[in-house]
Antibody, heavy 119, light 111 residues
Framework: QVQLQESGPGLVKASETLSLTCAVS??????????WGWIRQPPGKGLEWIGT???????YYSVSLKSRVTVSVDTSKNHFSLRLTSVTASDTAIYYC???????????WGQGTMVTVSS | QSALTQPRSVSGSPAQSVTISCTGT?????????VSWYQHHPGKAPKLMIY???KRPSGVPDRFSGSKSGNTASLTISGLQVEDEADYYC???????????FGGGTKLTVL
């Protein structure tokens, strides 16, 4: 059964870079043919799509975050990563990684990891 | 890309039916048959309930159904159960650059 697990620092200082990793088990990121994405939920707010990477390495980002976001894949470790630069308090959120099996359909999610941006 | 519009809250009694709407534009909901719906219980991962507007993943009860008319998609839950109480989010494909845009979420209360 495919599982996703986020990991990374729970606390990041303002203006610094947020880095998270999503480990994928029981499925190869590259050979599975799926896309893999990051979604976040700020406290008390709704879900927000951040970005997605395809099995071939093509990347797609939210227009509002595009200038600060990078999603990449490490094939040797079978995980994909999120990098968000110049963070502010508004980047405080639960960050989820997920598998996309159809356009706009994320069928398997990690449990999420809370990231707080401190001043 | 603006978020899709959902009602803040809806409510219903057990055994009743409720419908949650999700309004977008011709650039997202109206332009593609790629709308999905998620059930989200606080503290848990969101769960995919509907994809491609009307399709249910394996294991999702047929009490959950999706539809679309123009720029508005809808999720209908029939035979409400207490465990259906959760937040529900719609999501739409919006083109080759914006792969996904979410709605603001709807809190379903089962009275």
């Amino acid at each position: 059964q495919v599982q996703l697990q986020e990991s990374g620092p729970g606390l990041v200082k303002a203006s610094e870079t947020l880095s998270l990793t999503c480990a994928v088990s029981d499925s190869s990121i590259i050979s599975s043919g799926y896309y893999w994405g990051w979604i976040r939920q700020p406290p008390g707010k709704g879900l927000e799509w951040i970005g997605t990477i395809s099995h071939s390495g093509s990347t797609y980002y939210s227009v509002s975050l595009k200038s600060r976001v990078t999603v990449s894949v490490d094939t040797s470790k079978n995980h994909f990563s999120l990098r968000l630069t110049s963070v502010t308090a508004s980047d405080t959120a639960i960050y989820y990684c997920a598998r996309r099996n159809r356009p706009a359909a994320f069928d398997i999610w990690g449990q999420g990891t809370m990231v707080t941006v401190s001043s | 890309q603006s978020a899709l519009t959902q009602p803040r809250s809806v409510s219903g009694s057990p055994a009743q039916s409720v419908t949650i709407s999700c309004t977008g534009t011709s650039s997202d909901v109206g332009g593609y048959n790629y709308v999905s719906w998620y059930q989200h219980h606080p503290g848990k991962a969101p769960k995919l309930m509907i994809y491609d507007v009307i399709k249910r993943p394996s294991g999702v009860p047929d009490r959950f159904s999706g539809s679309k008319s123009g720029n508005t998609a809808s999720l209908t839950i029939s035979g409400l159960q207490v465990e259906d109480e959760a937040d529900y989010y719609c999501c739409s494909y919006a083109g080759s650059n914006t792969l996904a845009v979410f709605g603001g979420g709807t809190k379903l209360t089962v009275l």
